[in-house]
């Protein structure tokens, strides 16, 4: 991590401003924007408002994140995330509307927004083109920054992608407790970033469920140097950006699940044969959001507790499943054929479970995430406790 650096034109700084840090990252040309937010309907401001700017094609010179006070559930949290656009806007010397604003942390809280202005010109005075310090500000439940960066060698140039991420508990689909910045000196148009990035996450982040319950607060926050030539949907040179955005989010979502797990492992779930795209993409999220599946991968029974969920999955969407034809696999091992258990799970000391189902004939495949838990087994009626023997083998 102490090699990553920003593409170029970008600048992050932090700063602790008593029981609230302060992240920033500035852009120096406004750079073209995409946001994708959390489905929560109860979203904070600093989500609506950061959103609203982007879907109005504003350029952005600034984002300022919170971190420790969501600023959320307050009488004037709205306002108060438009007064901080405008002191960072001012010490920028650009439009509020090219300020965008993140936050996590403690919920129903007011924002002390005259202390971060004060602390504002610190803050501004402390930026280099090293991320390091703001992926550790922007850390909450997290045991470990999350910070990834690709090299890229396009049409006789050389650019950069970073990704800057925070999350490690109530994560589900649709961005729950995920703070995500995507930084590139790729020039793309608005429609090529925004085609890039909702590509890129519907298959990694979008796919992540650890705790179920999505959040009020996160996003992910793309941005793109402004160029005098940028790059539109359908160049080659966009595909290839897209493709390597996938991967890198695609290590986000293992570190956070990782973070998550707490010694426990990763899970890749994928499943094969669905009739479309979005089924084996839905039937893989279904069995990712069992609790059951999580806590059973190294039991007797685990490729019952899969098919369960992909059963109760397949009649949530209404998809035409046959049991007949649905195995699961465990690490190569097949342990349930034509609803039949063949074999519990094989004893397994990676650090990764690569979960296979089969659903059908069909030509389509789609891929989950999640992390075990710890099993919870009942000893005797009304008494329940944590089995120990979940955790990684040393």
């Not at 986000?252 to 699940?257: D, G």
């Not at 990763?266 to 979005?278: E, W």
């Not at 046959?322 to 094989?346: F, H, K, T, Y």
Request: with cysteine.
């Amino acid at each position: 991590m102490a090699d990553v650096t920003l593409p170029r034109g970008f600048s992050a700084a932090s700063l602790t401003l008593r029981d609230l840090r302060l992240a920033l990252i500035s852009v120096d040309l406004p750079a073209t924007a995409w946001v994708l937010a959390t489905e929560n309907l109860a979203a904070a401001p600093s989500v609506s408002r950061s959103k609203s700017i982007v879907d109005n094609g504003h350029l952005v010179s600034g984002v300022l994140v919170t971190v420790g006070n969501a600023n959320a559930f307050t009488k004037r949290a709205a306002q108060d995330e438009e007064a901080l656009a405008a002191s960072l806007a001012a010490n920028l010397a650009s439009d509020p509307r090219a300020v965008l604003t993140a936050a996590t942390g403690e919920l129903g809280r007011p924002l002390p927004v005259q202390a971060i202005d004060r602390a504002l010109p610190a803050l501004l005075a402390r930026r280099s083109s090293d991320p390091t310090e703001f992926a550790h500000a922007i850390l909450l439940t997290d045991s470990m920054p999350k910070l990834v960066s690709q090299a890229l060698s396009l049409s006789g140039h050389k650019y950069s992608i970073t990704v800057i991420a925070k999350g490690a508990s109530r994560i589900a689909p649709d961005l729950a407790t995920l703070l995500v910045f995507v930084l590139t000196d790729l020039p793309l148009t608005r429609d090529a970033l925004r085609m890039a990035v909702e590509s890129a996450a519907a298959t990694t982040l979008e796919q992540l469920d650890l705790e179920g319950e999505p959040s009020t607060n996160d996003a992910l926050i793309a941005l793109s140097a402004n160029g005098d030539d940028p790059f539109h949907p359908g160049d080659p040179e966009t595909a290839t950006f897209t493709k390597e955005l996938a991967r890198l989010l695609h290590r986000i979502v293992e570190l956070s699940a990782r973070d998550a797990a707490q010694g426990l492992r990763f899970v890749q779930i994928t499943v094969v044969g669905a009739s479309s795209f979005n089924d084996a993409r839905a039937l893989a999220l279904g069995i990712a959001s069992s609790p059951i599946v999580r806590e059973s991968l190294r039991q007797r029974a685990a490729g019952a507790a899969v098919a369960s969920a992909l059963g109760a999955c397949a009649a949530m969407i209404e998809y035409d499943l046959d049991l007949g034809a649905v195995w699961v696999s465990i690490d190569g091992l097949r342990v349930l054929e034509a609803g039949v258990l063949r074999a519990p799970p094989p004893r397994m000391r990676a650090e990764t479970v690569e979960l296979v189902v089969a659903v059908g004939e069909g030509s389509a495949r789609g891929e989950a995430f999640c992390a075990e838990t710890r099993r919870r087994r009942v000893t005797r009626p009304g008494q329940v406790h944590e089995s120990a023997t979940m955790r990684l083998a040393q």
